[in-house]
Nanobody, 125 residues
Framework: QVRLEESGGGLVQAGDSLRVSCAAS????????MGWFRQAPGKEREFVAA????????YYAGSVKGRFTISRDNAKNTVYLQMNSLKPEDTAVYFC??????????????????WGQGTQVTVSS
């Protein structure tokens, strides 16, 4: 059964930290790269961060590099996105995704096979 379920979103103030999680079924998680994407109202979905199956490589959008950290726990079939120094422009629905993808194309949403329903993150100024 394919399953991706995000959690941990909420309302925070600018400068705060928040961690969102994505729990996956073993079938969805195993050997797949995991990515986080976000979509703000009126905007297209954009890449945030991604991590390879082994966790050996991580990729970040320029707008979040140095503030966000992606990690995964393969024993728990869970991927995390730690978000620090949040800004109002980080406000969006955050989606996790899984796919057999690697290299630089890991940043492209069309290369992912499975998607969660998303979790809302709102950062007030």
């Amino acid at each position: 059964q394919v399953r991706l379920e995000e959690s941990g979103g909420g309302l925070v103030q600018a400068g705060d930290s928040l961690r969102v999680s994505c729990a996956a079924s073993e079938r969805t998680f195993r050997r797949n790269a995991m990515g986080w994407f976000r979509q703000a109202p009126g905007k297209e979905r954009e890449f945030v961060a991604a991590i390879t199956w082994t966790g050996g490589s991580a990729y970040y959008a320029g707008s979040v590099k140095g503030r966000f950290t992606i990690s995964r726990d393969n024993a728990k079939n869970t991927v995390y996105l730690q978000m620090n120094s949040l800004k109002p422009e980080d406000t969006a629905v955050y989606f996790c995704a899984a796919g057999l993808v690697g290299g630089t194309v890991i940043t492209r949403s069309e290369n992912y096979d499975y998607w969660g329903q998303g979790t809302q993150v709102t950062v007030s100024s």
